[in-house]
């Protein structure tokens, strides 16, 4: 069944947020046939494999995030004949499905959590369960057992009587964390990872999967909030291992999503002889905005900071032999486009939002790795730029408001952070149409849609020349087709004073690949400018070895502004505002 499946080194992976793609029944929220009914657009838009956010049966505490059952599918988004449809139908169109597996916490309503709740000794062992820190004895719960807090604000760690025990909940309350220690909890989700492939699904994103080992102490963390604790723990390569043999996925597509990682540990993660994961998607570079590393305190990117991140990411992991995952949206991030800089001429071609938009896509999408395209990402979606606290679904985003507000910041000042960071931003409805509700649903939608849609949408963009859909369409197609984008190495060069906003790279092929790409009429080394400024620049590339790149001869192969006014000179290249350029070198 993988082989019709594009070979992963020259694939892109779109995700899709299954809540807010499109709705088939007009109930408001998006589901599973709905996704069949635009399998057509994404095969025209050429992606190989779909990420699907969890659609288990869930209390919804954190969409979906909070899994009561593992192998079922949530009525609200359909029936596992709905699944299995989505999965047949996309198979056809050599499209391969990858599921997200939550297997570090469940939600408090799975049946363990619930067994474990009413006393029954063999499911207390599949949670973090602790004595409080300062307990007198059972009944009193003392103090939290340490000062971890969870990833959506306050401890994380909860007193419940009927356990007679605190438990550890990295992210919500709702999300006890599993005991991945206990070899029934490792045994239980490999038998989970087996069912759904056994189902006919190509690969796995894994969430948090950094964060299933912890340590073998719990102390407190005299440093911060506990994060460099329980991130990448003892045992986590090991676990990982397991999980893949017994669950036979070794070589699928799959992907990790990792918490406050490192380079040297994410190499591990994806280096093929390790047996572990295919990429991984790691965030340093998306917190180039946050004022002192506080998400919640807003400050403008930083894009010396940003380049050193890719660059020491991009050749690290090829040094290591590990795998990236290259991606500026999610369903937890807010639009890169408004955040990099698209606030003006919102879906006008030639505006700042499209040259923002294109710029960044060409920025990930020559990298070295997998490209991920999030929903509406190819529409240069933005921010939903919600009026009020009331417009905003998001447990984190409501947590984090109150505790701005609590914190001494007035509502106006809590919601102005809000709206710039909020995960929500990720979340407005797919834009179908400039029609209601921008084609996502007949009913009324769960979260509100940007007025924008009006402008950015499908219907107006697709097979539209120039439009953001068709650039992306245009790098995906190069990915399929240029081995120096699927297969090149990796350089990054210093742009020159002159352009201290200026993100550049090299790729190129050696040896035999390079000779076939000659002899096929393919580019064997592209030079990728990039300008983050909204003022002009002048690049002048040089190598970390100190030799100044040749662009004499150099071939256009993209220019975001394509307007054929692209100025190369011998050894620089201008660049205008927030434009893009890939260059094939002589
Ligand atoms: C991941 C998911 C996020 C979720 C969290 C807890 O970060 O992407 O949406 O809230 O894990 O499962
Ligand atoms: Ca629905």
Aim: glycine share 10%.
């Amino acid at each position: 069944m993988n082989a019709i499946m594009r070979d992963p080194a020259q694939s892109v992976v779109y995700q899709i947020y299954i809540k807010s793609f499109c709705d088939s029944n007009g109930d408001g929220i998006g589901d599973l046939p709905g996704i069949t009914s635009k399998l057509d657009y994404l095969a025209y838009l050429g992606v190989d494999y779909l990420w699907i956010t969890p659609f288990f049966p869930s209390p919804q505490r954190d969409n979906g995030y909070d899994v009561a059952d593992y192998c079922a599918v949530d009525p609200v988004y359909g029936t596992m004949a709905d699944f299995d449809e989505l999965v047949a139908e996309a198979r056809s169109r050599g499209i391969g499905i990858m599921l997200d597996m939550v297997l570090c916490h469940t939600s408090d309503q799975h049946e363990w959590f619930q067994r474990a709740l009413a006393g029954e000794e063999r499911f207390r062992r599949y949670y973090i369960l602790r004595d409080g820190h300062g307990s007198i004895g059972p009944g009193d719960p003392g103090e939290p057992p340490t000062n971890w807090q969870c990833a959506f604000g306050g401890s994380a760690w909860q007193w419940e009587p009927r356990l007679g025990k605190w438990y550890l909940h990295l992210h919500d309350v709702s999300q006890p964390d599993l005991d991945w220690t206990n070899p029934e909890v490792r045994e239980e989700m490999a038998k989970v990872v087996s069912f759904w492939r056994e189902r006919g699904v190509a690969g796995f994103r894994f969430d948090v999967i950094n964060l299933i080992s912890k340590p073998e102490v719990f102390e407190d963390d005299t440093e911060g909030l506990g994060r460099r604790m329980f991130s990448d723990g003892p045992h986590v390569h090991e676990y990982l291992k397991e999980l893949v043999e017994r669950s036979g996925i070794d070589g699928m597509m799959t992907v990790g999503e990792l918490a406050a990682t490192d380079l040297e540990n994410c190499v591990r993660y994806t280096n093929p002889a390790e047996h572990e994961l295919g990429q991984v998607f790691s965030f340093h570079h998306l917190k180039v905005d946050y004022a002192g590393g506080d998400k919640w305190a807003l400050a403008e990117p930083d894009i010396a900071r940003l380049r050193e991140i890719f660059a020491s990411w991009q050749e690290g992991m090829q040094a290591g032999g590990g795998h990236n995952a290259l991606f500026w949206c999610n369903h937890d991030q807010p639009r890169a486009i408004t955040r990099f800089g698209g606030r003006g001429q919102v879906g006008k071609p030639g505006g700042s939002w499209d040259h923002v938009g294109k710029m960044l896509a060409v920025c990930t999408h020559l990298m070295q790795g997998v490209p991920y395209v999030f929903e509406g990402e190819e529409l240069g979606q933005t921010n939903a730029g919600f009026a009020s606290i009331d417009d905003v679904r998001d447990v984190e985003s409501l947590n984090n408001y109150r505790i701005l507000v609590e914190k001494g910041a007035s509502e106006d000042e809590a919601l102005e952070v809000i709206r710039e960071r909020s995960r929500d931003n990720g979340r407005t409805p797919m834009q179908w149409t400039a029609g209601p509700a921008a084609g996502f649903t007949t009913g009324e939608p769960w979260i509100g849609v940007p007025e924008n849609h009006e402008l950015i949408n499908v219907e107006a963009e697709q097979g539209r020349a120039g439009s953001m859909l068709e650039f992306y369409r245009g790098l995906i197609q190069m990915r399929h087709t240029l081995d120096v984008v699927s297969r090149g190495r990796v350089g990054f060069v210093e742009a020159c004073e002159s352009a201290p906003r200026a993100i550049v790279y090299e790729r190129w092929l050696e040896g035999d690949a390079a000779a076939a790409a000659r002899a096929a009429g393919q580019p064997v080394r592209l030079l990728v400018a990039c300008s983050f400024d909204a003022e002009p620049c002048r690049v002048k590339p040089v190598r970390a070895d100190g030799g100044v790149v040749a662009l004499d001869g150099a071939e256009v192969l993209v220019d975001t502004y394509a307007d054929d006014a692209v100025r190369v000179g011998e050894d620089s290249l201008e660049l205008r505002p927030h434009e893009a350029v890939v260059l094939s070198l002589a």
